[in-house]
């Protein structure tokens, strides 16, 4: 039976069930998260709002989800791993040469719990690894230990006049 951090493991699929059966290209904000690769990006608003479509384009565009680990927050297995502090050694065991972590939905978290993925967030950057973030506001709890981190806030994401006149 395969480990978490081996289902979240892309080797190049796209993870399945992120897109849904609309979705609108978003390539201004994807280019802002190219500005400051070398710091943690939070893509950070209510649900609805695109921040899973903008991080699978991102993964796409830029690595073809090659060395990329999608990262479903809300699996319980996260938060048991998270816990158990085995996320980067799991992650460290499927693919050495990780270019990208994707923490889709992060939840909710105590002070612990944000201590302990802030940590790992460090780890992935200082082995030149990327990392990306979606969570709703009320779980951006991460201001007080990342401090140098890039956000998309969700007035980046309202759709502009353009891209509503595409849709329609």
Request: with cysteine; aromatic share 8%.
């Amino acid at each position: 039976m395969p480990t978490f951090m081996e289902t979240c493991n892309c080797r190049g699929t796209r993870p399945l069930g992120v897109i849904g059966k609309r979705y609108v290209s978003r390539p201004d904000i994807v280019g802002s998260l190219l500005k400051d690769r070398h710091v943690s990006r939070f893509i950070v608003a209510p649900t609805g709002f695109g921040k899973s479509n903008v991080a699978y384009e991102y993964a796409n565009i830029v690595f073809g989800f090659q060395h990329v680990f999608w990262i479903r927050c809300t699996s319980p297995c996260f938060l048991r791993d998270l816990d158990a502090g085995i996320l980067y050694s799991g992650i460290m065991s499927c693919d050495p040469n990780i270019q990208l972590a994707v923490f889709e939905d992060v939840p909710s978290m105590d002070p612990h719990r944000c201590e302990l993925l802030s940590e790992l967030m460090n780890s992935l950057l200082e082995i030149e690894c990327e990392v990306v973030v979606t969570c709703t506001p009320s779980a951006d709890t991460f201001s007080g230990l990342q401090l140098d981190r890039f956000v998309v806030h969700p007035k980046d994401l309202m759709v502009t006049d353009n891209e509503l006149t595409i849709e329609e």
